[in-house]
């Protein structure tokens, strides 16, 4: 079993986002940059499938540089190998775009299973994964909360608006991991895991060597594009409400049904 | 050449979810600044008699594909239909609701089309006779705004429910059902195992007016009975905090948050959360915030529109009991 883990590097939940001076970015400096939590349950679920019936876990990525510090944080939990695609011609890229790249690497890698976050707390966008199943036509199951391998099929319980439903897919297959901290309770990199993680196998790739044109990626390829980024309007404190209890939640309702009428 | 508009309608047990109401409004007023058509497109079972009533949203025309292979959701039996059905219509904009399903539908079809998407928009507009769309970013911490390419058609973009306002509905106006001949997929590579319906009447999260949430001011979850009253009185759903998720007093589905939902309710009421920035960012576009903490130097009180400074525990109950005196009298 081969199981290939997508992992996208983002700062971390705690961060505060200022927009930079071109006024379509972030302002980086300073920010910590951690796995995005949901791509950490997929990797958690890979080594549990690893723990259970044995499996070869690879973590792929793109991004720069720096993204290998979140891939030998997901060696040290226990994966097996690692591979980036960091080239420069990738910056800008659309959601398409940053699928075209991951299929096209993940042609090069074996896989039964690609797991991988519904989405990245950073861009929020929703797709990047699901393009990839796409691209590589293969099935893919969206938002797994729980997860079951067995037969040769992966099931997945996916919670949708007042249901939860039970859905089941053949091999190869894509799957986009949701949920919770709680639930997937991903586990730590320990000391020994550390250290072993600095010898495991972890391959740099350029779009060359997957067999990408710069053509087909980057901003000149994007199909949709962020222009601007703009800060939610500031939110005044407003009011503090005094008096006994009886008072206070007198007042509130008062104010709740006449003020902003919305009970 | 492309032109017009098309929403797909998203119908459960034969019957429109109200977001596709949302999406149907947005489409007539899109529609209206490029003066081009609006119509839509439903697959499902047993969904011939609603379809019509898109109308009353302002939709001209729906594509229907009604098939028991389309009774449950699933990307292989949906997105080639749907693919092939706006590749025959050619529009400039496809909107696609984005709730759990809307947004596995239309990645798969945006990576099928080669087009480019922006999902869970928040605000949409003609520009040069384009889209432009206005989306949360890191949660809500900032909002990015869109370009496509230019006349790389169509242009697709998800619309998350709550944020578009619903036109007024005109009963008298009914859409023309027309059922195009797209050949189903039996596609057997994924199958729905089982659905288990949420009996309990709840408001999803997503979807609520009005939410109560807690945090670990709550202290455990047996407390939560008492938001789970003061939700029924107000209609709302309830949410938590990510450390009262973390701590197994709430399902994960109920966190708001960073790594949670985002939430946009008209009312949102934070009972026992002192305000860390990961539920801030989840919860910051509710048009009205209350908080309710005994700390007076919570960060909550930075956002909220009424601050209640008081241990929730004495507060909640004497506040339920003036909701529902107000509930009595109107």
Known sequence: MDIVVLLKQVPDTETIIKVAEDGKSIDSTDIKWIINPYDEYAVEAALRVKDSQGATVTILSMGPQRAVESIRTALAMGADKGVLVDDPATEGSDAYGKAVVLAAALRTIPFDLIFCGHRAVDDDENQVGIMVAELLAIPHLALAVATELTDGKIRIVRPIEGARVTMESQLPALVTFGGAHAIWNPRYASLPGIMKAKKKPLDIKTLADIEVSAEQVGAAAARVMLTAMELPPPRQAGRIIEGDTAQKAQELVRALHEEAKVI | ?330
């Open chain 2, 1 to 330: 050449m492309a032109q017009g508009v098309c929403i797909i309608g998203e119908c459960r047990h034969g019957t429109f979810r109200r977001v596709s109401f949302e999406v149907a409004s947005e489409g007539r007023r899109l529609a209206d600044a490029l003066g081009e058509p609006l119509w839509a497109i439903v697959l499902g079972e047993g969904v011939a008699q609603a379809a019509p009533d898109l109308g009353n949203y302002g939709v001209e025309k729906v594509y229907l594909v009604d098939d028991p292979l389309l009774q449950e959701y699933r990307a292989e039996t949906y997105v080639p239909v749907v693919a092939e059905i706006v590749q025959s219509l050619s529009p400039k904009i496809v909107l696609f609701s984005a709730d759990v399903d809307g947004k596995d539908l239309s990645a798969r079809v945006a990576a099928r089309l080669g087009a480019g998407l922006a999902t869970d928009c928040t605000e949409l507009k003609i520009e040069g006779g384009a889209l432009r769309a206005k989306r949360p970013m890191y949660a809500g911490k900032v909002f990015g705004w869109y370009g496509w390419a230019a006349d790389v058609w169509p242009q697709l973009a998800s619309c998350r429910p709550n944020t578009m306002d619903c036109l007024q509905p005109d009963t008298s106006q009914k859409a023309a059902v027309e059922k195009p001949n797209v050949a189903i997929p039996k596609g057997n590579l994924t199958s729905v195992v089982s659905v288990e319906e949420d009996t309990s009447g709840r408001v999803d999260l997503t979807e609520a007016q009005i939410i109560v949430s807690g945090g670990r001011g709550m202290k455990g979850p047996e407390n939560f009975a008492m938001l789970e009253e003061l939700a029924q009185l107000l209609g709302a759903a309830v949410g938590a905090s990510r450390s009262a998720v973390d701590a197994g007093w709430r399902p994960h589905s109920d966190q708001v948050g960073q790594t949670g939902k985002v939430v946009t309710p008209a009312l949102y009421i934070a009972v026992g959360i002192s305000g860390a920035i990961q539920h801030l960012a989840g919860m910051g576009s509710s048009k009205f915030i209350v908080a309710v903490n005994k700390d007076p130097e919570a960060p909550i009180f930075k956002k909220a529109d009424y601050g209640i400074v008081e241990d929730l525990f004495k507060f909640i109950p004497v506040f339920t009991e003036e909701v529902k005196k107000l509930k009595a009298s109107c």
